[in-house]
């Protein structure tokens, strides 16, 4: 057959007279011979792939795709359900895209990898504080993955097979906890009220802060309920109302999970996140992914190491305690330059502002005739509201005035754990990026339903 | 590492935190203070830093500075496909179109998304030869973990509850194990023969009505085209087993050959490896899950369908694994992976695949009278060496490794693959130029010299690092995994 014609790619030096001359050092005159261990029956099949482009026209292609969406910051926005508008500074972006940070490997070479290694042991030290939690991984993929890591883990520890969730966790963590659990054939008991469930075979009862519906539970009963039960209790906490609320280690939550992507990483359609992953100092030995510890080189100097390596795939095989191995480092730097730059006053401050905007919100809504809040309890940024017509139309509604209503929660799955009565219900989430004007306008033309 | 100034990286961010100092500016609360909760609820103690921005900005630099990357060194880092990770795929990721759209926005609002991860579907199940795939998975490891889960229901849906061994190359990644055993599989080792190929004979007696299928890396991770594994997936096929493909090493095969032809019914790909997306010191990845046809309502869910209107949708399979992340993969990494098919084209990816597998064997033919090469034939996208001659003369292969940093190269992938003695896995990909790799011969001509003629030099390096040899055993030992505030 003819070889290819040779193709200069702008990310590939070689030429084609370097080309012939490389191959030439092995004796073959052309890159098709490279591959004769293939049988010619299917070597060199047809790809069927559009003709290459420009950099110039890539953009085009691009932007005009990315026009087609809306971004959040295109107009008052109010959708939350785990996966939060909050605001980015501009160091995280300058310090993330470094190629220092984003082009380096994994660690395994401490010698040239301080600065990704001292970085992630900060990480661990500034996610162990804001959890109130011993100690911390180098990170998960997202919140849910990290949240059945968790699950999995409370088995190992505890030796039991069966795990109580509360109905009002994330249902798409629930189904994460499903696709991971089953397997290994862990029952999985999905309750309202747990009190009774939780019992002498129970691993772990598994609880969100705030729940999925935006309350902040009552983290010290649940502590109660699984303590007499040796059950261990299982949080997955939204790191933004950290800054606010006690944190689940004041309870004695024995691990924490969470989804770190408030902490300066944008909401990209949904990834890339970061799942934060925390427990207390006896259970180490048990937690999946990378850790990194502080050690000394021959000379004395303080360095950093992935340690305690033998839990992990590379190691221990099918005997590990994850099959986790690439994971989400360049967004665990993110959260670190997030946590450093916005630090111990700004946290409070944005949750403050969060908390204040929501809660504006829902006093403005609860106000509207044919509108109310379904739950009492106490809330940080988000809450449903039972609406007067049905969610979707008002939504649609809402976007005809470029406002990104909440999230439609009057269908399977979210519907089923709400109190009776609540048929037309609406997750509402406010953050510090939405402006009174936003509030108000989203008020008006809720204001349009009112009956 | 100690500088001077306050451009030392040494101290911590808490150790740097002076009480009073801020990094950003919150704006005012534009609206009335609403009544707070009980205060009991309200936490009373936040240690964070409390560091200027100018503090953040210089230690992070600083940090930076002390690494190997692509963009600063060579990094020939085995089966990790460390190649040029082009800026324009990062900048179509940051379009405020793509980096700030909610995943649970309507889909009328978010239709150039779900086009673009329409289109990719295609091109990677194109590049693939495969029916169908879900790009849900988060990594390669997470793509390998539902890979397995879908062979697990495929089984179970057809009433066949006996398939609980899964049958994996002694010479596998360490995930592939891994992964089956979260997925509930017994895991059975398959030997390698001397050839580096799949045993076939130990293949044949473990195929029986218990084996569920068998993790295929290809090329293998001693970077071997196995010639026999057309005859491998016959073999599990015929048992009633399904054979997984762990596409970690598909830099090597682009345009060359496709898995679906030969026979795998399932496989990953690692976008972080062969497309391009950068690594970020450890994630994030993608690893998209592609399958034959009898699969396919197995994909875990969402995978983004076409309406009869031409609209886009995510959908859920109809036998799916179930949801495996928050929501539908990572999307700033799929964003970039399109934008690298979209740059090459056909004639690009194979291009690509070309001149990978030639550098590699470049190097092979440079250094293997000096080097053991354990398996004296064609490599693929990377060259597995034995240091075995050195350790001969009292150096292992970590010391030559280590003694690399101090030349500038990062070190290949050390013991691993773990049937390899002193294992050295050279992977250049095809984004180095030929000086490059003429300088890191010449290097490890030079270590090996040095290894004879200066052997002590070798053992302790590196010498010119940041820090020197690390005392892991002490970190194992007393695990010191967070700042304390001192008592």
């Not at chain 1, 490389?22 to 011979?33: I, P, R, V, Y």
């Not at chain 1, 191995?325 to 993110?334: D, V």
């Not at chain 2, 030639?358 to 240091?387: G, Q, T, W």
Request: proline share 7%.
């Amino acid at each position: 057959m003819t070889p290819d014609a040779h193709f200069q790619s702008h990310y590939i030096p070689n030429t084609e007279q370097e080309q012939a001359e490389m191959l030439a050092t092995l004796g073959l005159k052309s890159l098709d011979e490279l591959f004769l261990d293939i049988s010619d029956q299917y070597r060199n099949p047809f790809l069927d792939l559009p003709a290459p482009r420009s950099e110039q026209e890539i953009h085009r292609e691009l932007s005009s795709l990315a026009s087609r969406n809306r971004p959040l910051n295109s107009g008052p926005s109010f959708l939350g359900a785990g996966s939060y508008h909050h605001f980015v500074p501009s160091v995280v972006k300058a310090i993330m895209t470094r190629g220092e940070f984003l082009t380096a490997y994994t660690p395994y070479q401490p010698e040239v990898s301080q600065g990704t290694l001292q970085v992630i042991y900060e990480f661990q030290t500034l996610i162990g504080n804001l959890y109130g939690m011993e100690v911390a991984n180098a990170g998960m993929y997202d919140g849910a993955t990290s949240l059945a890591e968790a699950v999995l883990m409370a088995c190992r520890v505890t030796h039991r097979q069966q795990i109580v969730v509360s109905e009002r966790v994330a249902p798409a963590y629930q189904q994460v906890i499903r696709t991971y659990a089953q397997a290994q054939g862990i029952e999985i008991r999905t309750v309202g009220d747990w009190e009774p469930e939780v019992n002498a075979n129970t691993a772990c009862l598994v609880v969100q802060y705030p729940n999925f519906f935006g309350e902040i539970e009552d983290l010290s009963r649940h502590r109660q309920a699984t303590r007499q039960q040796g059950a261990l209790l299982v949080v997955s906490a939204d790191p933004m109302a950290m800054g606010l609320f006690n944190p689940p280690g004041h309870y004695d939550a024995d691990i924490v999970t969470g989804e770190g992507q408030s902490l300066g990483i944008p909401t990209s359609y949904g990834g890339p996140y970061l799942g934060l992953f925390t427990t207390k100092g006896q259970y180490i030995r048990q937690m999946p992914s990378r850790l990194v510890g502080k050690t000394v080189d021959t000379q004395g100097r303080t360095g950093y190491v992935l340690t305690l390596q033998t839990r992990e795939q590379h190691i221990r095989r099918e005997r590990a305690t994850s099959n986790i191995c690439t994971n989400e480092a360049l967004y665990a730097l993110a959260a670190t330059i997030y946590l450093a730059a916005t630090g111990k006053q700004g946290l409070r401050q944005v949750a403050e502002l969060c908390y204040h905007k929501a809660h504006y919100a829902a006093a403005r809504i609860k106000q509207l005739a044919g509108y109310w809040l379904p739950f009492a309890g106490t809330f940080f940024q988000e809450f449903v509201v039972q609406c007067p017509a049905d969610p979707a139309t008002i939504n649609r509604r809402l976007l005809e005035q470029n406002i990104l209503g909440g999230l439609d929660i009057s269908q399977p799955p979210y519907r089923s754990p709400l109190p009776p009565g609540v048929d037309r219900g609406m997750l509402l989430c406010v953050t510090e990026m939405n402006t009174r004007e936003d509030i108000d306008a989203l008020v008006s033309a809720l204001g349009e339903f009112s009956q | 590492m100690n500088k001077g100034g306050n451009r030392d990286t040494t101290r911590l961010l808490m150790e740097r935190s002076v009480p009073g100092r801020v990094g950003a500016v919150i704006p005012p609360l534009d609206l009335p203070a609403q009544p707070m909760p009980d205060p009991a609820l309200l936490r009373s103690q936040l240690d964070l830093p409390e560091v200027s921005e100018p503090e953040v900005v210089q230690y992070f630099t600083n940090l930076s500075q002390l690494n190997f990357s692509i963009d600063t060194h060579f990094y020939p880092l085995g089966s990790c496909t460390m190649k040029y990770n082009p800026k324009v795929n990062d900048e179509m990721a940051f379009l405020p179109g793509f980096a700030n759209i909610h995943p649970l926005q309507p889909a009328a609002t978010s239709q150039g998304a779900l086009e673009l991860l329409h289109r990719l579907q295609g091109f990677l199940t194109e590049v693939t030869g495969m029916a169908g795939i879900s790009m849900a998975t988060l990594a390669g490891a997470h793509g390998e973990l539902a890979g397995v889960l879908m062979i697990r229901a495929y089984h179970q849906g057809r009433g066949d509850t006996r398939r609980t061994r899964m049958a994996i190359p002694d010479s596998a990644h360490g995930t592939n194990p891994a992964s089956a055993a979260m997925a509930g599989f017994d895991v059975v080792t398959l030997p390698s023969d001397q050839n580096g190929n799949v045993n076939l004979e130990a293949l044949h007696q473990l195929a029986g009505p218990d084996l569920a299928g068998a993790m295929i890396t290809l090329p293998s991770t001693l970077g071997l085209f196995d010639a026999n594994i057309v005859e491998v997936c016959r073999v599990v096929h015929e048992a009633g087993g399904l054979v997984y493909g762990d596409g970690a090493n598909l830099n090597a095969l682009l345009g060359r050959v496709k898995l679906g032809q030969l026979g795998f019914d399932v496989a990953h790909l690692n976008l972080h490896k062969t497309f391009s997306t950068p690594h970020g010191g450890g994630g994030p990845g993608a690893g998209p899950v592609c399958c034959g046809e009898s699969l396919i309502p197995y994909l875990a869910a969402p995978v983004v369908s076409q309406s009869g209107d031409g609209g886009y949708l995510l959908v859920t399979p109809e036998h799916s694994i179930g949801k495996i992340g928050g929501f539908h993969g990572n999307f700033g990494v799929l964003v970039r992976a399109y934008t690298y098919i979209r740059t090459l084209g056909a004639a690009g990816l194979k291009a690509i695949s070309g001149n990978a597998v030639l550098n590699a064997n470049y190097i092979m033919a440079a250094l293997k009278d000096i080097y053991h090469l354990p398996y004296d034939r064609r490599c693929m996208h990377e060259v597995v060496f034995s240091a075995d001659w050195q350790k001969d003369r009292g150096v292992s292969g970590l010391e030559v490794a280590k003694r690399l940093l101090d030349y500038g190269f990062h070190a290949p992938t050390m013991y691993f693959p773990l049937i390899v003695p002193e294992a050295l896995m050279i992977e250049p990909t095809e984004s180095e130029t030929r000086e490059t790799l003429d300088a890191f011969i010449q290097t490890l001509r030079e270590i090996d010299r040095e290894v004879t003629e200066d052997p002590d030099l070798v053992r302790h390096a590196p010498h010119t690092t940041p820090v020197s040899r690390l005392d892991e055993a002490r970190a194992a030992r007393q695990p010191d995994l967070r700042w304390r505030r001192p008592v």
